[in-house]
């Protein structure tokens, strides 16, 4: 019986010193299975308390009155599948007649004290499923992204979200992307996180950044255009919209819509062209947008050419295959005409830390007045939590896990034969130093060099 006891109190020791220093590993020794259990014991109970039940139907009631058996009890909603993640525990629903999908979001806050969960989200799957993702510790406090990602084409998981899943930046979902934070609020590192995450891919990166190239000139390399000037900006954003005009005439090109031709095959972007024809997606990265909008001029032509140029490539540039990513500190409509034009464009928002409520509904104001709160909420000491949304109106909390500039540096070296060359961004070349990376086809990238 002593050494029983002995074993015991050695698991449970073991247990907390995991709990405390390693939540991810307690979780897949200890917790899923007592977090399953409990979730099973006290199902019925907790949806009972929280409102989540339905009192028996009609016919029911009258077959019960009928054979003089005792009343049933109201029916929570149905598990389809009780699945265990290594973050938490994903709940299957199927919803009971009279229920809705609002319901179970509602009542999140109180399931995941009922479960004694660290989070609950919910979302509809199809119409009268629901699916409950529970959270077993803090994923965002040490960021681990998982060994399996998916890796398809403009496909970067660049974040992990709250509930344990990974965030995905998706150039063929969603084009154009706005990112907002103030200094010290871990933007950067997630710029470098989705140019490490775009640097193993056939893309060109474009870069524009006005802080005189500190954040992408480093990653020179990888990149087929940067530049660190205003002016410069203005010539190598001009030049991009005339590729862009060329591309699409070279679609044009190659529709021919006939009646033999298959509807596959009718192109109306890069995506429908043969591989051998398609040309190089491009991927512009502007850091500090507010450098190319604020001008100590009234009408300042340059500043109206980079603004109109962006707005172009921002309503026109996703058929050709070129994607914007803004970032700033502040993104107002006191920085000028077409601020806000540009603004409707960028369908992907990713708000930091900000020191304003003005920013956060710049970015989330007309997606969901519930993430601006979120948004303005976020400590200080919490680099890199941000909060994550589109036009859909749902929104994540989500935290990219920490790629130093040296490690961003290192992959772009290790990938720069990828760099495409662009004839018509030639000027915009970075000088390197050293021999140069091997130019690569404009629609065609070539193999790697030893």
Aim: proline share 7%.
């Amino acid at each position: 019986m002593t050494w029983f006891t002995v074993a015991v109190v050695l698991v449970v020791a073991a247990a907390g010193l995991l709990r405390w220093r390693r939540p991810a590993w307690y979780w897949m020794t200890f917790g899923v299975t007592l977090t399953t259990l409990r979730v099973l014991v006290r199902y019925t109970s907790v949806m009972e308390a929280c409102g989540l039940t339905v009192p028996p139907s009609r016919w029911r009631l009258a077959l019960v009155r009928a054979t003089n058996r005792p009343v049933p009890e109201s029916r929570p909603p149905r598990i389809l599948r009780l699945r265990p993640t290594r973050t938490g525990l994903v709940l299957r629903l199927k919803l009971r007649p009279g229920q809705d999908a609002f319901d179970v979001a509602a009542a999140s806050d109180r399931l995941r004290h009922s479960f004694s969960m660290y989070g609950v989200t919910s979302r509809e799957l199809r119409s009268g499923v629901v699916e409950v993702r529970m959270t077993g510790y803090d994923v965002l406090k040490r960021v681990q992204m998982p060994a399996r990602l998916d890796t398809r084409p403009m496909r970067v998981p660049v974040a992990l979200r709250e509930d344990g899943s990974v965030h995905y930046r998706d150039y063929r979902v969603i084009p154009h992307a706005l990112t907002l934070g103030a200094t010290e609020s871990g933007k950067s590192v997630y710029q470098r996180n989705l140019v490490a995450g775009l640097a193993p891919m056939d893309v060109a990166l474009i870069g524009i950044d006005c802080k005189q190239g500190v954040e992408l000139f480093p990653l020179a390399r990888r990149f087929s255009a940067l530049a660190d000037n205003p002016e410069t900006a203005a010539e190598l954003l001009d030049a991009l919209v005339t590729r862009m005009e060329g591309v699409y005439q070279l679609i044009r090109a190659e529709q021919r819509i006939t009646a033999d031709v298959p509807d596959s095959e009718i192109a109306a972007d890069i995506w429908a062209l043969p591989d051998d024809l398609r040309p190089i997606p491009i991927v512009v990265l502007v850091d500090e947008v507010a450098e190319l909008a604020l001008s100590t001029k009234k009408n300042d032509p340059r500043r109206d050419r980079i603004i109109r140029a962006l707005v172009r490539l921002a309503q026109l540039g996703r058929a050709a295959g070129i994607y914007l990513e803004v970032c700033g500190q502040r993104f107002g409509s006191e920085l000028g005409d077409g601020i806000t034009m540009l603004r409707a464009q960028l369908t992907g928002r990713t708000a930091h830390r900000v020191n304003d409520e003005t920013s956060a509904k710049m970015a989330f104001g007309d997606i969901s007045p519930d993430a601006v709160l979120a948004a303005i909420q976020i400590p200080a000491e919490l680099r890199g939590v941000a909060i994550a949304g589109d036009s859909t109106g749902g929104w994540h909390r989500i935290r990219a896990p920490h790629t130093s500039l040296r490690q961003a540096v290192n992959i772009c070296n290790r990938h720069a034969d990828r760099t495409p060359d662009l004839p018509e961004l030639a000027p915009f070349r970075p000088a390197l130093p050293g021999a140069p990376a091997a130019p690569v086809p404009l629609s065609k990238t070539a193999p790697a060099t030893a």
